[in-house]
């Protein structure tokens, strides 16, 4: 597609469910981002794809989150017994370099995730 | 690791005033630099980046940022804002080694007045 696709955009759950959130790339971007955007704060960074190569779960917060990517196409945001805490945008962001500080990132417009 | 600091949670100006939004970062080198943009309902969109070269660059939409080694700066300024520029605004580091996950600011949220 043209843009960073992600879904849904807004989803309300009740705390403890499991939650999906999907995010669907450029097409031919190698490198996928998670990023976390609580209210009144800076981007979190999540977890990071490149390619086929084994993914960077280095800012995952807890065992409750999982993401999984299959090659360079859609990748999956899981977070298992959501808690309160857990509310915020989601931020998904492809690129098509490969592993460098210089990747300009293109957003989706987010899923903001509202945990009651 | 690099670090980034946004100072002003909250700047606000009236429309046709000059805008400067304050970007400090922590790094042991010169890192690769970025301002973002976050409109409302809208994901972020790269407003300008530095590399190396002129330390003074040039962005969309009318905007431009300075690198400043000594200072460990790099701030956004606009001439004369529009109501169209109130959005959130984002500055981030890539390290030019290592780690290749970019470090953002927590956002300065820009109001403007009529």
């Known amino acids: 597609g043209a843009g960073v696709s992600q879904s849904p955009s807004n989803k309300v759950t009740e705390k403890g469910k499991d939650v999906e959130l999907r995010c669907d790339p450029i097409?031919?971007?190698?490198?996928l981002y998670w990023y976390r955007q609580r209210l009144g704060q800076g981007l979190e960074f999540l977890i990071y794809?490149?390619?086929?190569?084994?993914?960077?779960k280095s800012g995952l917060p807890s065992d409750r989150f999982s993401a999984e990517r299959t090659g360079e196409s859609v990748s999956t945001l899981t977070i298992q017994r959501t808690q309160q805490e857990d509310s915020a945008v989601y931020l998904c962001?492809?690129?098509?370099?490969?592993?460098?500080?210089?990747?300009?990132?293109?957003f989706g417009a987010g899923s903001r995730l509202t945990v009651l | 690791a690099q670090s980034v600091t946004q100072p002003d949670i909250h700047i606000t100006v009236s429309e046709g005033a000059s805008l400067e939004l304050r970007c400090n970062y922590s790094y042991g080198a010169t890192p690769y630099l970025f301002w973002y943009v976050q409109s409302p309902g809208q994901g972020l969109q790269l407003l300008l980046k530095?590399?190396?070269?002129?330390?003074l660059v040039q962005g969309i939409k009318g905007f431009e940022a300075e690198f400043k080694r000594s200072q460990s700066s790099f701030n956004l300024r606009k001439p004369s804002v529009h109501w169209s520029d109130a959005a959130e605004y984002f500055c981030a580091v890539g390290a030019t080694g290592g780690s290749y996950i970019p470090t953002f600011g927590r956002g300065t949220s820009l109001i403007v007045h009529p």
């Open positions: 794809f490149q390619g086929n190569s084994a993914p960077d």
């Open positions: 097409s031919g971007h190698t490198a």
């Open positions: 962001a492809s690129t098509r370099g490969g592993s460098s500080g210089a990747n300009v990132l293109t």
């Open positions: 530095y590399f190396s070269g002129d330390t």
